[in-house]
Structures are given as structure tokens and as C-alpha cells.
């Protein structure tokens, strides 16, 4: 593993990350597949990028965007070639770590059952909004954090 970067909307390696996921039509096509999410989501003013990158490209992310005074926490993603191996662990771990506790504000998120526990162990909680995503009956489960510290 190559490390995790913290990257804001703007900075010019936010930019080449971006294009480089767009670049690879699988990729965003599997996104979709496998978690509805697309990149054009992760290219908002104000969002912030955890990436992990495995030899200088990125391996799993997540980001948050501020959203009408909460963060909606988004766009969490693990590249299929590198699953199984904690990435998306690591780019959650740092997201939260220094975005999501630093804020100062209520977060929003909406996740299949794979991240759920990750997120739990750090105080998120389930609300009772679920339902079926639009691609292969999928589940996902809204869930909050207040922050607390």
C-alpha cells in the first residue's frame, strides 16, 4: 500500500485521482455495479477524498461533501483487484479520523451491508430508512452520527 491521501475539491492531485478513475470505463462501470456510486460524485465544491493509492493509483476511497449543515459521507469504494486486502478499511479509518470528527457537524451516509460494521464501531447509527438500490436488488441502510467528540 502506497498510503492514504486526504484530498480536497480543487487541489490539482483531487483532479488527476478523479480522472484517473473516469479514464478507466470498467472501473466506473463496476462502481455502479457493485455500490451505485459514480465519480462524478467525488467532483462536488467542498468535498473531501481519502484515497488510498497502491502503486501511485487509487486502490479504495471515500469522500464527504457538506450538504445542507450535515456531511453526507459518500462514494465508498474498494477496487475489485484489491479487495480482501483492508484498503478500504484504511481509507475509511482516515476519513473519519480527519473529517468526520473534525467537522463538528451531524453526518449522513447510505451503505450496502459490507462497510456497515466499520462505521457502527465508530457511532453511526442505523435510522429505520432502507431500501433496495436500482441495481441487483442491493440494500442499503441510511445511517447518522452525532458528533459527540
Not at 480543487?10 to 479514464?23: D, F, S
Not at 450538504?67 to 484504511?90: I, K, T
Not at 473529517?99 to 451491508?113: D, E, H
Amino acid at each position: 500500500m502506497g498510503g492514504v491521501a486526504t484530498l480536497e475539491h480543487g487541489q490539482q492531485e483531487y483532479a488527476w485521482m478523479l480522472n484517473a478513475i473516469r479514464a478507466d470505463a470498467w472501473l466506473v462501470g463496476r462502481m455502479w455495479v457493485d455500490a451505485e456510486s459514480t465519480p462524478d460524485e467525488l467532483d462536488q465544491p467542498g468535498t473531501v477524498w481519502s484515497v488510498v493509492l497502491v502503486d501511485g493509483a487509487p486502490a479504495a476511497w471515500c469522500a464527504a461533501t457538506p450538504d445542507a449543515g450535515a456531511l453526507r459521507a459518500h462514494s465508498n469504494y474498494e477496487h475489485p483487484r484489491h479487495r480482501g486486502r483492508g484498503l478500504y478499511a484504511a481509507a475509511y479509518a482516515q476519513r473519519h479520523r480527519d473529517v468526520i470528527r473534525t467537522s463538528g457537524v451531524p453526518a449522513v451516509t447510505y451503505l450496502f451491508a459490507q462497510p456497515i460494521p466499520l462505521h457502527e464501531a465508530d457511532g453511526w447509527h442505523r435510522t429505520s430508512a432502507q431500501g433496495p438500490g436500482e441495481v441487483d436488488g442491493h440494500w442499503w441502510w441510511e445511517l447518522r452520527r452525532i458528533p459527540t467528540d
